[in-house]
């Protein structure tokens, strides 16, 4: 049954999404503002065999815009992070720059598959099935699936990750999640939630006397050498391994290159900040994937009294995101939905499954003892 469910969910994926992306495909829209920037760096990788932009953008400073890091050397980086479209060099060999947006729909897809699959770890196949319709269809998943999204797939290898810790596969998780963190750094913030998470794990197996090295010390291992290639790439490009492309942010003034950090994009208060993210009239978390109001108020409780560890990572995973981007001056782009917390919006059909599932139970009360007996 779970996978005649599933094998239904990813036709409905592939032909709601493919749907959409049909109904707006005009060449290169779905490559406007940040997504472009990523093709070129696809399109740099592939026919240059590196991540200077210079070639695709001509040297000319009035195409750069304000979407550059200065190398060491001179070069033009993206000022993004390269690991989705390094991952995109294939598709993009195969089919073009068209290639970027089949990839966008593939990870798509894959993260609806992934989020089936943990709904189904609580609830049944049928009520995972109506939790991971409603997010993959009634927020701003269905929006971005005709994009080239750095959020896209940064939520997928975080929701990898999540599987693989709810899974009890540390050394993993930890690997997944460095991927997660190198695809888009705000995830570092995660480490926190993950860490927590897999320190009860511990704590747990003590308890049964069948604890070997603790799970986050594998966790730790399991991304180091990640965080090794991080640094050095950092090292590589710009001259520190603690120096990342927002913090030689490139942009131009009369055609003269300016350097400056975006580090200071991180100033606003958080109490001032909050309750824009979250209730903006367009880009609000609230108002682009109102479901999450449902999951937390009906789903969030059982899920606690069912799996404790794993909603303490959940919330303390989508908390740090929603901290760290409260402070952020960007944070609300006007676009639908706020791209930035996609991670949040994907967890979050979770504790909307376990919301599904009693929504039903209502409906379909169990009879009491009495007239069980009565009936028989």
């Known amino acids: 049954m779970n996978q005649r ?41 592939a026919e240059d065999g ?47 720059i068209n290639g970027c947006l089949i990839f966008n729909v593939l990870i798509l897809t894959l993260s609806m598959v992934l989020l089936f699959k943990l709904c189904a770890r609580h609830v049944d196949a049928q009520r995972a099935f109506i939790a991971t319709v409603l997010t993959a269809f009634q927020t701003l998943f269905l929006s ?41 750094l705000a995830n570092a913030v995660t480490m926190i939630g993950f860490l927590i998470f897999l320190y009860c794990n511990t704590n747990r197996k003590n308890r049964r006397q069948s604890a070997g090295r603790a799970d986050w010390v594998m966790f730790l291992l399991g991304g180091a050498p990640l ?13 520190s391994p603690m120096t990342t492309s927002y913090d030689r942010w490139q942009h131009f003034v009369n055609g003269q290159g300016v350097v400056s950090s975006q580090r200071g994009a991180f100033s606003f208060s958080i109490l ?32 606690w009294h069912k799996a404790r560890d794993e ?47 009693n929504c039903f139970a209502n409906m379909n009360p169990v009879p009491d003892m009495e007239e069980n007996g009565q009936q028989r």
Request: glycine share 8%; aromatic share 16%; proline share 6%.
């Open 5 to 45: 469910i599933l094998g239904f969910l990813i036709v409905c994926l592939i032909l709601v999404y493919g749907m959409h992306v049909v109904q707006e495909y005009k060449p290169w829209t779905f490559a406007l503002y940040d997504p472009g920037w990523m093709v070129s760096t696809a399109m740099s990788i």
């Open 50 to 96: 590196d991540l200077d932009l210079r070639n695709q953008l001509k040297n000319d400073p009035s195409q750069a815009a304000d979407q550059t890091s200065l190398g060491k050397n001179g070069q033009w980086y993206p000022l993004h992070e390269f690991l989705m479209p390094l991952a995109t060099v294939p598709f993009f060999m195969a089919f073009g």
């Open 144 to 184: 971005y699936a005709y994009s080239y999204s750095l959020e896209v797939f940064g939520t997928f290898l975080l929701l990898v990750a999540y599987w693989c810790a709810v899974k009890c596969k540390p050394m993993v998780t930890g690997f997944v999640w460095g991927l997660a963190t190198y695809a888009r």
């Open 227 to 239: 965080g090794i290639c991080f640094f050095a790439t950092n090292w590589f490009m710009f001259g």
């Open 272 to 303: 001032e900040r909050l309750p824009n993210l979250l209730m903006d009239q367009k880009s609000g978390l609230l108002i682009g994937a109102p479901l999450i109001i449902l999951a937390i108020v009906f789903g969030m409780r059982p899920l």
């Open 311 to 357: 909603a303490i990572l959940l919330i303390l995973t989508c908390c740090s995101l929603i901290l760290l981007f409260s402070k952020y001056s960007y944070a609300v782009p006007g676009t639908t939905g706020n791209r930035y917390l996609m991670p949040v919006v994907a967890l979050c059909a979770i504790p909307l499954a376990f919301a599904v599932q």
